[in-house]
């Protein structure tokens, strides 16, 4: 069974610190992907990776950095947490052998709800 | 750009009930188009997906047809339980193998 993994469920920060979301998948996934969840608007995408040290900026990348040092591994960065960022954040992996990713199912670690006061 | 319209909740209904959350989109292309369902306080999970027009996604008694003329790809089931309850959302995929979500839409389910 497949499996991405999300290295806390809850965290609290306080404003201006550094931030580390880390996410593990075990599918061997060429591509992964960090969304934030907020009430209201759905899932948006902050930045995506097709392969080791490539990333992309999403549609919310302001703020945000990430790091895929490992196939398996994909980290988002918040360089100096901000309240605005309270959310919770969604990390995905999806195969991209066929060629046809866009056809294919991107599976979702549980989530990681953080709190900057 | 591609965007994603899903009716905005909560719906509220009783065990039984015929369930309906609609999804219209808007794409460049040819989308794929998927139903994710988030469960309280888990992460999201396909439910079901359709590659191409006329196509019929279907699983744990829900179905969705990917209707090109009408750009929509209505959620039904015909009969909801409790264990229903959750959040649905509508997504698409056209290029670079990204998603694009719609905002969501809360069932709950009463016995």
């Known amino acids: 069974d497949v499996k991405v993994t999300q290295s806390s469920r809850y965290l609290v920060k306080r404003t201006g610190e550094k931030v580390f979301l880390e996410c593990v998948q075990d599918?061997?996934?060429?591509?992964m992907f960090w969304y934030r969840q907020d009430p209201g608007l759905g899932l948006r995408l902050i930045y995506f990776?097709?392969?080791?040290?490539?990333?992309e900026k999403g549609d919310i990348p302001e703020g945000y950095s990430v790091s895929r040092e490992k196939k398996e591994r994909f980290s988002l960065i918040l360089e100096s947490a901000s309240t605005n960022q309270t959310s919770m954040y969604l990390c995905?992996?999806?195969?991209?052998?066929?060629?046809?990713?866009?056809?294919?199912?991107?599976?979702f670690g549980p989530g990681t709800r953080l709190l900057v006061l | 750009g591609n965007s994603v319209t899903q009716m905005e909740g909560p719906v509220t209904l009783s065990e039984e009930a015929f369930l309906t959350i609609n999804c219209t989109y808007t794409?460049?292309?040819?989308?794929?188009l998927f139903w994710y369902v988030q469960y309280p306080g888990e992460g999201l999970q396909l439910l079901l997906k359709?590659?191409?027009?006329?196509d019929k996604g279907s699983n744990k008694g829900f179905e969705a047809t990917y209707r090109k003329e009408t750009t929509s790809f209505h959620l039904e089931k015909g009969s909801v339980q409790v264990s229903d309850s959750a959040v649905y959302f509508c997504?698409?995929?056209?290029?670079?193998?990204?998603?694009?979500f719609g905002t969501g839409t809360q069932l709950k389910v009463e016995l």
């Open positions: 997504a698409l995929s056209a290029t670079g193998n990204k998603l694009t």
């Open positions: 359709a590659t191409k027009a006329d």
């Open positions: 995905a992996a999806l195969s991209g052998t066929s060629g046809r990713g866009y056809q294919e199912t991107q599976y």
């Open positions: 794409a460049t292309g040819y989308p794929s």
């Open positions: 990776s097709y392969d080791v040290k490539m990333k």
């Open positions: 599918m061997d996934h060429e591509n």
